[in-house]
């Protein structure tokens, strides 16, 4: 696993041991990113990583130019893998790590938020709550990566559908 491009770009990301964190794959990240460039949101983005895991997708976000990433987790070994990647990466200074529940932290967070990385584990079931809690927050757009298409909506647009491997991204928009 490694950051696939911008300034960050080749560094050796530390996966995890296990199956308990799934890492999103290079291929699948370099698809989401160039997407999201190509709609010019990543530049001095305020970016959240929910269910952070390793950090990939917010160090991805960081290494392309995101001014800001929060990256939220409740797993202690997920904030350590994300603590030791925005070390080797040299982060550490545009980030904010919260150990916290990913629904119950957003459900709390007043915090502006531009692109939103949602990539919880696959057994994940609240999509309508986290989605509506969303919602309300007006994020500029939403990554979401699951096991199968989530559905979010009548109040969201869905921009794109793809499929990598076993993962599926939908790229949402709250704004149209």
């Given at each position: ?48 990583d929910l269910f ?16 800001k990433a929060i ?83 009548p109040k969201w ?20």
């Open positions: 696993m490694r950051v696939v491009a911008g300034i960050a770009g080749g560094a050796r990301l530390l996966a995890p041991k296990g199956l308990d964190i799934r890492p999103t794959s290079d291929r699948a990240k370099e698809a989401i990113f160039n997407s999201l460039h190509s709609r010019s949101i990543i530049e001095e983005a305020e970016v959240l952070a895991g390793t950090g990939a997708l917010g160090i991805e976000a960081l290494s392309r130019g995101a001014k990256f939220v987790d409740k797993s202690s070994e997920s904030l350590e893998l994300v603590k030791e990647n925005l070390k080797k990466t040299g982060f550490e200074k545009k980030a904010e790590i919260i150990k916290e529940d990913s629904v119950n932290w957003l459900q709390k967070s007043s915090k502006p938020l531009d692109l939103v990385l949602l990539d919880p584990p696959y057994g994940f079931e609240d999509w309508p709550e986290l989605l509506d809690i969303l919602f309300q927050k007006q994020p500029k757009i939403v990554v979401i990566e699951s096991n199968r298409e989530i559905d979010p909506g647009h869905v921009d794109s559908i793809r499929q990598y491997g076993s993962s599926v991204v939908v790229i949402i928009d709250p704004n149209k």
